[in-house]
C-alpha cells in the first residue's frame, strides 16, 4: 500500500541544521511531484517547498528561502529537506506530500524542535 515515512527530526539549537528524509513506496515515485509542508500548534500547514517529478523545478516559501533546500533521488524514492540556520520559529511537525494530475498522499509528519 501507500506510505509517506518521514524521518529525521528531533531537536536542536537554534543555528543548527537537520536533514529530514521521506521514504515512498506503493505508487510511480518519479511521476509525482513531491513538497514539505510543517504545521505548529494553532496555526494553518504552510507550503515550504515543493520539486517537480524530475527535480528541474524547485519553489521555496519566503520564510524558508535561502535556508531550506528540497532534493529527490528518484533512484531511492526518497525526497530530501536540509534545514539550516534554524529558527525557535521553525518548530512544527513536518510533513512530506506527494501529487499529481490525480491524486495526492500524506505521510504521518516528524516533530522538529528548535530550542536552547
Known amino acids: 500500500q501507500v506510505q509517506l515515512v518521514e524521518s529525521g527530526g528531533g531537536l536542536v539549537q537554534p543555528g543548527g541544521s537537520l536533514r529530514l528524509s521521506c521514504a515512498a513506496s506503493?505508487?510511480?515515485?518519479?511521476?509525482?511531484?513531491m513538497s514539505w509542508y510543517r504545521q505548529a500548534p494553532g496555526k494553518q500547514r504552510e507550503l515550504l517547498a515543493t520539486s517537480t517529478s524530475a527535480g528541474m523545478t524547485l519553489t521555496y516559501a519566503d520564510s524558508v528561502k535561502g535556508r531550506f533546500t528540497i532534493s529527490r533521488d528518484n533512484a531511492k524514492n526518497t525526497v530530501y529537506l536540509q534545514m539550516n540556520s534554524l529558527k525557535p520559529d521553525d518548530t512544527a511537525v513536518y510533513y512530506c506530500?506527494?501529487?499529481?494530475?490525480?491524486?495526492?498522499?500524506w505521510g504521518q509528519g516528524t516533530q522538529v524542535t528548535v530550542s536552547s
Open positions: 506503493g505508487f510511480t515515485f518519479s511521476s509525482y511531484a
Open positions: 506530500y506527494a501529487r499529481n494530475i490525480v491524486r495526492f498522499y
